[in-house]
Each structure stands twice: as structure tokens, then as C-alpha cells.
């Protein structure tokens, strides 16, 4: 099993590179799960998780008291 980083940009839209990658690691999920929306599932997870992390950091910037 290989785990490794990447960066996304989330302030505009997707370098055509990152992608690139995304589609690619879907179709080898694809190809593995027998399921042609890995892909798409992909995408998803990966908004959902920027999101909650931007979410997070956004809450982090407010001073408790």
C-alpha cells in the first residue's frame, strides 16, 4: 500500500495536472472495483474533505476568550 500527499489549490480552479492524477487513480480504482463512477467518487471525497478542512481553519482564525 502506498500513501502519499498531494496539493490541491482551492482558492481557483484545479491545475489540469492535478487533474489529471485524480482521473488516473480512479481508473486504476475502476479497474480494481469493477465500478466506471471511481472517478467521480473520487472528486467528491476529495471536495468534501477540502471543504471541511477549510472549514476547520476558517474556525481556527476566531479568538476565544
Do not use: K, P
Amino acid at each position: 500500500m502506498c500513501i502519499f500527499s498531494v496539493a490541491i489549490e482551492t482558492g481557483n480552479t484545479w491545475h489540469h495536472q492535478a487533474v489529471e492524477l485524480v482521473q488516473e487513480i480512479g481508473r486504476r480504482t475502476a479497474n480494481i472495483t469493477g465500478d466506471a463512477s471511481e472517478s467521480n467518487f473520487l472528486f467528491q471525497q476529495l471536495s468534501v474533505a477540502l471543504q471541511r478542512g477549510n472549514a476547520v481553519s476558517y474556525q481556527n482564525t476566531f479568538t476565544t476568550s
